[in-house]
């Protein structure tokens, strides 16, 4: 097949440090050379890759600078792989809104793999222009912010298993590893590490904001740099030193994330994962056989005391198998003929 | 000729308030109806209008409410006018960025009237998109900050010069309104006034950031509220009383704005205008005629003790004539034909 990938403009393809959709678009491309498909990436100009690559931006913009705000190199951007549209068989469109739009004007079919969740302000959009894409969603649980739309199928995003490193010998404490945010149940965490007598290693950054003003009041006066440390920002040689070692990571969720890809690298390196059952959470955590699925502060610490029961191998094949770069791109394929095919007959 | 006019999704037509484009959008629009064109107006539903109104957005939207900042209300709007291009035999865009790039899917040609200044981050937008649409300046001064586009002509903004009483007996004052910018040479009106010995009546709106520290340091203390008024932002009825009782509006102006709106307005109240010679203003004031163009504070001072030679009748008629409606849709229609022969013509 001729695929265009298009990335979005914000971070090169891998991303340099974090970046969950340019990750998945890398893993994504190299697969889809491998098996002999003609792949056009459009992504910024450092951006790695086997596939064509085409560019606008030679590296990722700097964001609001400009008079129309972000709009303007993001739409530079969507425009130029646009107007190559009729050199594919599809378009596979990660770049979110401006590909929605320009969707309507160009008779190639257009994928749009929804990375992010559904806010009340934008879903006025994607059902404006339901019938100009197929959507699909990285997981179940992302659809129900959302029915009626061209859905061809979840497909749930994968890591590069093999950059993980494996290790069943584990250190002493607990891992909390996200931005510094309530949604994702920092404070939680630390009561249950305190009420567990355990010891708990939090690592994420804070953004300006709210976010700062919440790690003020409800997290730093907790950190005492023994039973609670706190590590701010790491790098991901460091995030996956922590995930590999940590005895558990502790995901006390407190909003319907669409996919929590931080889940997938904690299992992939043999560390059962703890979690509220909010969003994708039951989607990726077997309940009892790669972590726990708890419903309360109470049943976390009981799942604390019986983390040794866990087969930490099984965690890791869980990963491969389900998680694994090969399984998404044979998702990918699959939808795309099935695009492709729909998409032709309905044209007659 | 069937036209669609696509006004900015982010203030009604006839703006409530304030908004230069949305004025000439509506004026341009009801003069266009009643020569007998099919108008369409893209805007939003609280808009007043004689042509066919189509409307995503019942009022305008809130800015950055959305996650994609302020990208998804634009997109949405701009794209609802262009799906529907088939229908017309041209559109002209007032809405900037989206309707460029997307005119490069439709074969309806596409004018865009330019009504903001070029900076260098955009300046890489408008030459991607050069072939894709047609362009005109509100100014000759304007295209020189982009040669090289589709230009088809420079067409001044108009106001409806019946809204504007004219008074050739004034009060004693003179005139600042703007923004209260170093841009607009704010503290350079005071210092003429000061030199010259005569009161200033200032008014506008203050932006936060550099802006109110800019009047905090350097016109908030030289406030008296004798010789030196201000009276912050004011209605649009308070506007019009206050450019016709000034003995002459003062325009330090220091950037090369595309055009200045206001100068014409104080004109049509019958109003000299004493102006630096940036951007528009030499396109704009008779220098001796319609006020005087001057290049220092000293000039600006000699210009305002022989302010009495300016024949104010005469400022007005010029107005009439010049920035007028019927002249803007003169030209505008003359442009439309122009277009839509040349589009023709190149499409075989």
Same mark, same amino acid.
């Given at each position: ?148 739309? @061209?859905? /061809?199928?979840?497909?749930?995003? !994968? *890591? ?8 069943? #010998?584990?250190?002493? %404490? ?120 708890? @419903?309360? /502060?109470?049943?976390?610490?009981? !799942? *604390? ?8 191998? #099984?965690?890791?094949? %869980? ?30």
């Amino acid at each position: 097949m001729k695929i265009a990938q298009l990335a979005p403009v914000w971070e090169r393809v891998p991303p340099v440090k974090y970046g969950g959709i340019e990750m998945v678009v890398y893993l994504l491309t190299e697969e889809l050379v491998k098996r002999g498909h003609e792949v056009t990436l459009f992504a910024t100009g450092d951006s790695k890759t086997s596939a064509e690559l085409s560019s606008i931006y030679h590296t990722r913009p700097p964001r609001n600078l400009l008079a129309g705000g972000d709009l303007v190199p993001d739409l530079l951007h969507v425009t130029s792989a646009f107007k190559r549209a009729d050199e594919f068989d599809i378009i596979h469109n990660h770049a979110g809104y401006c590909g929605i739009a320009l969707a309507n004007f160009v008779s190639t079919p257009v994928l749009t793999t929804l990375h992010g969740p559904f806010m009340a302000e934008n879903k006025r959009f994607f059902k404006t222009f339901k019938d100009a894409v197929y959507y699909n969603s990285i997981s179940d649980a992302q659809k129900k912010g959302l029915a009626g739309l @061209n859905y /061809v199928g979840t497909i749930y995003n !994968a *890591i590069d298993v093999d950059r993980y490193e494996f290790k069943s #010998k584990k250190k002493d %404490y607990f891992l909390f590893l996200s931005r510094i945010t309530a949604d994702k149940g920092a404070h939680t965490a630390i009561d249950v590490a305190k009420k567990a007598g355990v010891n708990l290693i939090m690592a994420g950054k804070i953004d300006p904001g709210s976010d700062t003003e919440y790690f003020e009041k409800m997290i730093y006066p907790q950190i005492d740099g023994k039973q609670i440390k706190f590590l701010g920002e790491v790098t991901d040689k460091r995030k996956k030193e922590l995930l590999r070692d940590a005895k558990a990571f502790l995901f006390p969720l407190q909003w319907p994330e669409p996919f929590g890809l931080v889940m997938i690298e904690a299992m992939a390196a043999g560390t059962p994962v703890i979690a509220f059952p909010y969003g994708s959470v039951p989607e990726i955590v077997i309940d009892g056989e790669s972590g726990f699925i708890v @419903n309360s /502060v109470e049943e976390m610490i009981g !799942a *604390i005391t019986k983390i040794d029961k866990i087969d930490l191998f #099984k965690c890791r094949n %869980y990963v491969e198998k389900k998680f694994g770069a090969t399984r998404m791109v044979d998702d990918y394929e699959e939808v795309y003929k099935k695009i492709i095919k729909r998409h032709n007959s309905s044209r007659g």
